[in-house]
């Protein structure tokens, strides 16, 4: 049966180019005529980068040196490449690229003449449908570090954090860094006499007071309840303390307004530590160490900052 | 269960033979197509169970350097995975050895170039492998990936195939040595036609 091969390079659902070993276009197929506006009779016997400027000439003529040489096909992947021959995308319902993501594959065509031939396989949707997953994923993960009330990072969150921190300074010669760990004093009243909506505000603006006066290298974290912690990295107990005064400061000076005649003020007590040897290479012994100057602050009135010696 | 690939010691030698000749043509390929004199040499060949494939990279490599996972699907009779690793520092001056001028050396031409050596590598040794079966094979495109240490390398091969043939590689150039690690990955079936197909050649000798 004798087969007639323009049909299928006519209808086949993605652009076929043939070229010559200087890539001057000796076949340009339907398909690109239809996405590229370019008719076959204008483009035949043209150099394809004197058309498309923007193809990296070196990286295609080694990949046809490379299919000629070794008889085999080569491609250009969508990790490097994000296209050959910049298409824009006309499908509405497409919100993420303008030009059409594409899979390119070089073969061979003829040895003895040199002629190759490229496959261009158009593979936005998949691009599309891949990059809202990682969307979604980046989203789910960062979810799962998070506390839903106050949006600040959650326990585990912490933990991973300052795992590597901890880490990192040992690497780099024990450069200091401290744990604060905060609680706001008699939140149970705040429950008790406004009601869980008030005291969630207060949480909320606690948390809001505490990430306006760290860095974006600390971690502030919600451990639960009424309990925050931070971590500041490359900080000393000295400054460790300054910045819990300032919080505790910046704390006591707010306040929340309920009804127009109502104004809730609240506090927190502070325990500050700061990671040392003594800790046995353990972080929960800094957090205990952070934890009991907290208790000596609540115990010697509230409101009020504690190192832990 | 028995090691489907257990290969006697003419197996290997036939595999190494094979491997050797493949090179040959991947390093004449190589040579032509960056216009500069190149060896390929393959200083060890090795078949193990695809389970202790990441305790022999933790071995082989240092654990502390980043490198560049490269890997091809194989599909036909000879089903399996390619995997070509390479580290930072052979990557870069596999790209200066390419021609590339050092403002035009990216993440991504750095990427690149890898796979395009993993694509001949791969056509040299698993076409070899094919035609002396008698049995066509396709690649699909291969795909890379960067990790910072061997603990990220993807742990799925572990249950995905049953056995691999690591040929530790050495491209040399005149200025400098490039090291990389090629692994033919085989699932249990191609391993028996593997096997088959060194067999054929050793009847053929």
């Known amino acids: 049966m004798q087969i007639d091969n323009n049909i299928i390079f006519d209808t086949v659902n993605n652009g076929i180019i043939i070229l010559d070993e200087d890539l001057n276009v000796l076949a340009w197929n339907k398909w690109l005529e239809i996405y590229t506006k370019i008719k076959e009779k204008d483009i035949l016997t043209k150099n394809l980068f004197k058309y498309f400027p923007y193809i990296n000439e070196k990286k295609l003529k080694r990949k046809a040196k490379t299919v000629l040489v ?107 860094f401290s744990l604060v760990t905060l609680d706001i004093d008699k939140f149970k009243n705040i429950n008790d006499t406004y009601g869980h909506l008030v005291g969630d505000e207060v949480i909320i603006r606690v948390a809001h007071i505490i990430e306006a006066e760290v860095r974006t290298s600390d971690i502030v974290a919600r451990f639960g309840g009424e309990e925050f912690v931070m971590l500041l990295q490359d900080c000393d107990l000295d400054n460790a303390y300054k910045v819990a005064e300032k919080v505790r400061q910046d704390i006591e000076k707010t306040s929340i307004i309920v009804h127009i005649d109502t104004e809730v003020k609240f506090t927190v007590s502070i325990g500050v530590a700061q990671f040392n040897q003594e800790d046995n290479n353990n972080i929960e012994l800094t957090l205990s160490r952070a934890d009991e100057a907290l208790y000596k602050a609540k115990n010697i009135g509230r409101n009020k900052t504690v190192v832990s010696n | 269960m028995k090691n489907l690939i257990e290969l006697n010691k003419d197996e290997k030698d036939c595999l190494q033979e094979l491997m050797n000749i493949s090179y040959g043509a991947a390093t004449a390929a190589i040579s032509e197509i960056i216009g500069k004199f190149a060896t390929l040499s393959i200083p060890n060949i090795d078949t193990i169970s695809s389970k202790d494939l990441v305790s022999y990279l933790n071995k082989k490599l240092l654990s502390k350097n980043k490198y560049y996972v490269a890997n091809q ?36 031409e750095i990427k690149d170039i890898i796979l ?90």
């Open chain 1, 70 to 176: 070794t008889n085999n096909p080569s491609f250009l992947s969508l990790n490097t490449n994000r296209y050959l021959i910049n298409i824009p995308v006309s499908n509405v319902t497409n919100t993420i690229f303008d030009s059409m993501q594409q899979d390119i594959t070089i073969l061979p065509y003829n040895i003895e003449k040199k002629y190759i031939c490229i496959y261009i396989y158009d593979n936005t949707l998949m691009c599309e449908i891949n990059q809202k997953l990682e969307r979604a994923n980046e989203e789910l993960i960062d979810m799962s570090h998070r506390d839903p009330l106050t949006q600040i990072f959650n326990r585990r969150y912490f933990s991973e954090q300052s795992k590597k921190i901890k880490s990192f300074s040992q690497r780099n010669d024990n450069i200091p």
């Open chain 2, 73 to 108: 699907l194989i599909n036909g009779y000879l089903a399996g995975e390619n995997i070509f690793i390479i580290d930072e520092i052979s990557s870069i001056n596999l790209a200066r050895e390419f021609d590339l001028e050092e403002d035009e050396i990216d993440e991504n």
């Open chain 2, 116 to 205: 395009e050596i993993t694509n001949i590598l791969s056509s040299a040794t698993s076409g070899k492998l094919a035609s002396l079966v008698d049995t066509s094979i396709s690649f699909s495109a291969p795909h890379i990936t960067k990790i910072n240490s061997i603990d990220e390398f993807d742990k799925r091969f572990e249950g995905e195939y049953s056995h691999v043939i690591i040929i530790s590689t050495k491209l040399n150039f005149k200025e400098q040595n490039i090291k990389g690690e090629l692994m033919i990955l085989t699932k249990k079936e191609s391993s028996i036609f593997l096997k088959k197909a060194l067999d054929n050649a050793l009847e053929n000798l």
